[in-house]
């Protein structure tokens, strides 16, 4: 079951502020509080985690489209070089038709 980030982090400060609270009134730092703590040190690392992780989608998300963008644009450019090519091509032709019928 996936839970969402906004309740992560309400878990997250109200350990945060039990752990807090307990110190302040001076109740004796047990095992389950360092538990306590290095469970509040492992989320805290998940969630910059994600946050980062889902950064990097975005960005590599975002350099696809520019990619898919940029070939698209080549593929267009190599096109109208082909018909440029396709129409000099042909006026050579021509040239070359009325040469041949000049020279005969």
Do not use: C, H
């Not at 290095?38 to 990097?56: E, M, N, R």
């Amino acid at each position: 079951m996936k839970m969402n980030e906004n309740w992560i982090i309400v878990g997250i400060v109200a350990l945060f502020l039990t752990l807090v609270v307990l110190n302040q009134l001076g109740i004796q730092v047990t095992p389950l509080a360092y538990l306590l703590y290095f469970v509040l040190l492992i989320t805290i690392g998940v969630i910059i985690i994600d946050g980062i992780s889902k950064f990097a989608n975005r960005l590599v998300d975002a350099l696809a489209k520019r990619q898919a963008i940029s070939n698209e644009e080549i593929n267009t450019k190599i096109e109208l070089l082909m018909q440029r090519t396709q129409v000099i091509e042909n006026k050579v032709d021509k040239i070359n038709t009325i040469l041949e019928k000049v020279s005969e």
